[in-house]
């Protein structure tokens, strides 16, 4: 008698959390899925994360989900964390509280573009120029230069010489700007004799 109402407890519990499970009930049960669409990704892979689990986009790809769902009243946050040098990415409605499945997660890639112009009466070396970080040797002679990485729509540059070269003095004219659809190719480095003291 005492074994067969162990049983039937036991089956009562077993349906009570079976019952919570399919219920979505439980304090651990993540049941949010949270996804949406890329647009741009023309070339290379696109990881994103969203403080549960990343995936990994290959090119082409138009939609995405990750893998892990986010608990009900949950925050996430979309983040890019790695993609192709030669594009810029940038996320919209990428964070929220889990009350629903998220679909328009928008992660939307554009082309970056070069920067670059050209270069008057370099007659000597050490000529170079920078752009933030970004650093670029201007050897004898030459008469047009371009920036080693490539910058995305909206994003500002500022071309500035960084070393000078030997006897000259060299200034930029139009090197400052918002980087468009298109490649930057109007900055103007022009290199003069100094003045014998």
Partial sequence: MKTLTLISRAAIVLASVTGLAACGGGSNVSNIS???TVTGLTIGTLTLNNGYSSVTLPTNTSTFNFTARVPTGY????VVTANSPDLTCRVTNGSGVASADVTNVLVACVPNQTLGGSVYNLTAS???LANGSDTVAVPVNTGTFVMPTKIGDGFAYGVTVLTQPTGLNCTVANGVG?????NVSNVAVTCVAKPVV
């Fill in 34 to 36: 949270v996804g949406g």
């Fill in 126 to 128: 050490g000529l170079v």
């Fill in 178 to 182: 918002t980087m468009s659809t298109t």
């Fill in 75 to 78: 925050g996430f946050l979309t």
